[in-house]
Structures are given as C-alpha cells and as structure tokens.
C-alpha cells in the first residue's frame, strides 16, 4: 500500500519557521521520486521542491534559497524546511511520489492527504 502521511504544517508570522514531515513506504521511499507541491486557494496545485532517488533536487523559484527538501533514511521520511515564510506560502502542502519525477503536479500518483501552513503578516 502506497501511503503517505504528512505532518508539521501550522500557522506561522512572515519570517517564521515551519518543518514538514512526510512518512512513506520503503519501497516507495528507496525507489520513487518524491516531492513536495502545494495549494493555495482558488490557484492550481503547484510544485515546491523535488528530490529523485539519486539525491537530485529541484525547487521552484519562490522556494530557492528559504526552502530545503531532505530525506532522513532511517525513518523513511521526507522533509522540507521552511525559512523565511511569508503569506503568500499559505497553502495546503501536499507530499506527493511517482517512479520518476514529472514536471507537472498532476502527473504524480501518489498523494498525502495535505497539511496545512498559514502564514501572517
């Protein structure tokens, strides 16, 4: 069973700091690209960061530089560090896994079911 489940998301001040966690399978974990992609109100569901099996990382412009995806392999988790929020990254963060990395959100199959990060001035 293909699972992921989030955690971390919460409501922030801009300048703040939010960490989310994404437990996934092993298999899912060792063998799939995963990423993290978000959703703003009323805004098409977007990617932040992705990371391949072989460590390659891809973030979106609005993330470089404040946002950081890992992995921690002894829990199975992915990771994204959020610094330096501000409001406009309020969305719904989704983990989301597929056996290559697609440039489209829609293309992935494998989704969480979303944590939220609200962002105040």
């Known amino acids: 069973q293909e699972d992921l489940v989030e955690s971390g998301g919460g409501s922030v001040q801009a300048g703040g700091s939010l960490r989310l966690s994404c437990v996934a399978s092993e298999y899912m974990y060792t063998t799939y690209c995963m990423g993290w992609f978000r959703q703003a109100p009323g805004k098409e569901r977007e990617a932040v960061a992705t990371?391949?099996?072989?460590?390659?990382?891809n973030y979106a412009d609005s993330a470089k530089g404040r946002f950081t995806i890992s992995k921690d392999n002894v829990k199975n988790t992915l990771a994204l560090q959020m610094t330096g929020l501000l409001p406009e990254d309020t969305a719904l963060y989704y983990c989301?896994?597929?056996?290559?990395?697609?440039?489209?959100?829609?293309?992935?199959?494998?989704w969480g079911q979303g944590t939220q990060v609200t962002v105040s001035s």
């Open positions: 989301a896994a597929d056996y290559r990395c697609w440039s489209r959100a829609l293309d992935y199959r494998y």
């Open positions: 990371i391949d099996i072989d460590g390659t990382t």
